[in-house]
């Protein structure tokens, strides 16, 4: 029987990546397969008269998707309705992106997010205009509001203040409150994988990740505590048991890749999440750890992240969420910066098949902040 991988290249080999498309149910298998009677049925079905007479592709910037602006003109009934002259677009263009967001459900999941939880949620985040994944040939294009010069991106040299690090834990709180121990998690109105389950599809699809993560420990020493790396054979098992801890915690929704690049921060100071490619069924001392660690300094973290965390609980208690003690919460915590690790670790050094998704600084910049609150919090020790 042939592998997911096997079936992904075999459709995309076929494929004429080219082949254009006219009606929002297509799913376009590459930027170059959009028409102007495409951007027409998907922008400018709700405006009379309206249409796209022409449009243009921005630069590509490739990650984990393929990521592309669309500049977009239109006729007199357009430009009077004031329809988005740009777009922002995710596609899973090239072999590499298909496979690695068609394998992971990564595509899916994202579609399902702008679909069925964004109108839901009082957050900051990105704006739908169109979202759409083909099951058949693992094509996907999530199109949302172009935010670009409207917003501040941010990236590992993004100064987070007070002001800004406590919009983050409110918009952790707003996220996790709503759907907080929800019977419709996993249902169809709320359809993604337990954190837990989509690890170990990840660890199935990807069987390399493990030794991955490991080379990469050994490559980043110098970025570490010296009794820290003294502990790698430690890393990997401990990886494995913070995974298992959100089997018997309680549960929500958590975005899941929280890092300082996936955030931005709007003309009032607003902290925004975009990047939901990975929204799982989990606990929410993942989103809580690894935002705080990745967005911080170490010296800031180490002086608000008490302060921080009792905030946070304060605002999901005033959510409807049941509070939860210090110790309890610092206990998970501490355990959840293993697999936010790992997520890092990978980057710097991807499994066969992987893109690279980051630049190197960003990489050396986040594990050192990583491993320094591991080393802090006897992270390896927290497990009993």
């Known amino acids: 029987m042939a592998s997911s991988a096997e079936k992904i290249t075999a459709i995309f080999e076929k494929e004429q990546h080219d082949a254009k498309v006219t009606k929002a149910t297509e799913v376009p298998t590459s930027y170059d397969s959009i028409t102007d009677a495409w951007l027409t049925d998907v ?17 590509r ?3 984990s998707s393929n990521r592309r602006r669309i500049f977009i003109d239109y006729n007199e009934a357009g430009q009077r309705a ?5 777009v922002f677009c995710k596609a899973a263009e090239t072999l590499n992106n298909r496979l690695v967001l068609g394998i992971s459900g990564a595509a899916q999941t994202e579609v399902n997010f702008y679909n069925l939880v964004r109108p839901r949620l009082g957050i900051e985040a990105p704006v739908n205009v169109y979202s ?43 996220l996790h409150s709503p759907f907080y121990q929800s019977p419709e998690l996993g249902s169809a109105t709320l359809p993604f994988r337990t954190w837990f389950k989509w690890w170990r599809d990840m660890m199935t699809a990807s069987p390399q990740f493990a030794e991955s993560c490991d080379i990469a420990f050994g490559d980043s020493e110098a970025l570490m505590p010296a009794r820290l790396f003294k502990r790698r054979a430690e890393i990997w098992p401990a990886t494995d048991l913070s995974i298992a801890r959100h089997e018997v ?8 890749d929280v890092h300082l690049k996936n955030w931005y921060v709007t003309p009032e100071n607003v902290m925004g999440l975009s990047d939901w490619q990975i929204i799982s069924v ?28 009792r905030f946070y609980l304060d605002k999901m208690e005033e959510f409807g969420v049941p509070k939860v003690s210090e110790d309890e919460a610092w206990k998970n915590l501490r355990q959840q910066l293993m697999t936010a690790l790992a997520f ?4 710097l050094h991807p499994a066969p098949g992987m893109p690279d998704m980051q630049p190197e600084r960003t990489t050396h910049e986040f594990l050192r902040r990583l491993y320094a609150a591991i080393d802090d919090h006897d992270a390896l020790d927290s497990f009993d």
């Open 43 to 59: 922008i400018c079905d709700s405006t009379p008269d309206a249409a796209v007479v022409a449009h243009r592709l921005d630069a």
């Open 61 to 63: 910037d490739d990650g």
């Open 82 to 86: 004031g329809l988005p002259t740009t």
């Open 132 to 174: 759409r994944f083909d099951p058949d040939s693992y094509a996907s294009l999530i199109m949302l509001q172009d935010l670009g010069g409207k917003v501040e991106f941010c990236d590992d040299r993004t100064v987070i203040d007070w002001d800004r690090a406590t919009s983050q834990a409110t918009t952790l709180a707003r």
């Open 249 to 256: 915690l309680p549960h929500t929704l958590i975005h899941c």
């Open 282 to 309: 989990g606990h929410w001392s993942r989103d809580f750890v690894y935002t705080m660690t990745t967005a911080l300094t170490i010296e800031d973290r180490r002086k608000w992240e008490k302060d921080l965390l």
């Open 344 to 347: 890092w670790t990978i980057t």
